[in-house]
């Protein structure tokens, strides 16, 4: 075997481990991207119950898409933000809001009304706190703040380790304390120190996005926005309607009494306080604000004593009203085609660009609506808000479902709080650890190789050095 072969080959494999080690510790070093998720939080139950009660006499609303999920918990969705498995710093904002209302005035105005939206978790350096943006009327004033953004609970992690961590990040009942700033925000109804509900959650991490000096490849000539597919007057390229029906209806659908579920079909897509019936055509009067939309999708309600389906959903708007429509389809296998379900406030639709929307828009049940819903609801009673988007053209795009995250939520039952994954985090050691035994490995070959060329070329040299009759 000659020289060259060898140290050619030792070389090509020290390479190519290095290759493969080295974009392996720099992507570990670098920051994780939290994209995806949910935050289960109950604020504080017994403030629940108080604006609930018989003295309060009030209510919560949902917005933004956040839900409720099991007695007591708001799900905030959609986690945004960065985690580093080195440090073990951790920040992610989650979607959704809920609005506290109760002591209503004779003027239909309420003394209490509070609301809590876009929840933040920080940790860094063993600590963490939880921020939230509130709105709330001072209890004795009756003065409105609003604030972003206020450090609104200390979190307590104690034993929890949030260094090495891999996807998802989940943190189960983490016990939260109201802080002083948090007392202010809170409208005066409780002291700092108070106990509010723990919090979990559970967030998506994702490998840090690719080097920016780094330029792309060239995706080829773009088509020009300036001219537009000709197409029907009014028409539109895509469309889509949400609507959650109603909450209390879907926790009854759920709970110990309806003991059932629903199914989506035909492309109905479940955004977890909303469905989303998409695919819509019709067609949109800017000037006239009017809107005519068939949607694709369906849901079906199912428990005890109870089937009900609800298909090929329509939207109209006009003079600045909506109505949501559907065939409605029973357990006597029954179908009503287009009952007009809910009526809703459109004032608000608005055009931006190549995008038509409308916001979480009030709505109330109809009388073909009530009768539906077997007569479980009168005319009138308020329903979840409808939301609208439509896209004029093909560069408008419709907002995103909320993101709950590839994995289920931690169990809501009180617990003592769960350490971070680390598991995982041993598994992404152990992966680097066998590189560098390779590379070890690699090492010992080349180090073997360079060995047994001197031992060769040393035998080598004696042989060409001995006389002809020895050999």
């Given at each position: ?433 066998g590189l560098y035994a390779a590379l070890a490995v690699a090492l010992l ?27």
């Amino acid at each position: 075997m000659s020289a060259r072969p060898a140290r050619t080959f030792a070389v090509a494999l020290l390479a190519a481990l290095l290759g493969a080690l080295l974009p392996a510790t720099a992507a570990q070093a670098a920051d994780r991207v939290v994209q995806g998720g949910r935050l289960d939080w109950g604020i504080k139950s017994s403030f629940q119950s108080y604006v609930t009660g018989p003295i309060a006499k009030g209510g919560f609303k949902l917005k933004s898409g956040a839900a409720t999920v099991g007695g007591s918990l708001f799900r905030f969705h959609s986690a945004a933000g960065s985690y580093d498995p080195d440090s073990g710093e951790f920040s992610a904002s989650f979607s959704g809001g809920v609005t506290f209302q109760g002591h209503q005035k004779p003027d239909g105005t309420n003394e209490l009304d509070m609301t809590v939206s876009r929840p933040t978790v920080k940790i860094s350096g063993g600590r963490g706190t939880l921020y939230v943006d509130v709105s709330s009327k001072a209890k004795d004033s009756g003065s409105v703040t609003n604030q972003s953004q206020v450090a609104f609970a200390s979190l307590g992690l104690g034993g929890i380790d949030m260094k090495g961590g891999g996807t998802p990040i989940a943190l189960s009942n983490v016990p939260a304390t109201l802080t002083e700033q948090g007392a202010k925000a809170f409208a005066g109804y409780y002291a700092a120190g108070a106990q509010l509900d723990p919090v979990s959650l559970s967030a998506d991490v994702k490998a840090p996005a690719a080097d920016p000096a780094r330029p792309a490849a060239s995706a080829g000539p773009q088509p020009s926005t300036s001219a537009e597919t000709p197409r029907t007057a009014g028409a539109f390229t895509d469309a889509a309607v949400d609507w959650g029906v109603r909450r209390t209806f879907r926790e009854y659908v759920t709970g110990s009494i309806g003991q059932g579920g629903w199914t989506l079909a035909e492309g109905a897509q479940d955004g977890g306080a909303l469905f989303r019936f998409p695919q819509g055509k019709g067609a949109y009067d800017g000037q006239k604000g009017t809107l005519d939309a068939a949607f694709a999708g369906s849901v079906q309600f199912t428990g005890a004593h109870l089937d009900l389906k609800l298909g090929k959903v329509s939207v109209k708007v006009e003079n600045g009203k909506g109505v949501l429509s559907a065939d409605v389809t029973t357990a006597a296998a029954e179908t009503k085609p287009a009952v007009a379900l809910v009526e809703f406030d459109a004032k608000g639709l608005k055009a931006e660009g190549g995008l038509v929307t409308l916001a979480e828009a009030p709505a109330t049940l109809t009388e073909g609506g009530s009768q539906a819903f077997n007569s479980m609801y009168k005319a009138g009673t308020e329903m979840d808000p409808v939301s609208l988007a439509v896209a004029l053209d093909a560069t408008a795009k419709l907002p995103a479902l909320p993101d709950l995250g590839s994995t289920d939520a931690p169990a809501a039952a009180p617990s003592t709080p769960a350490p971070a994954p680390a598991p995982a985090a041993r598994a992404e050691e152990s992966s680097n650890t066998g590189l560098y035994a390779a590379l070890a490995v690699a090492l010992l070959v080349l180090a073997g190789g360079a060995a047994f060329l001197v031992v060769r070329r040393r035998r080598t040299a004696a042989a060409e050095a001995a006389p002809a009759d020895a050999q």
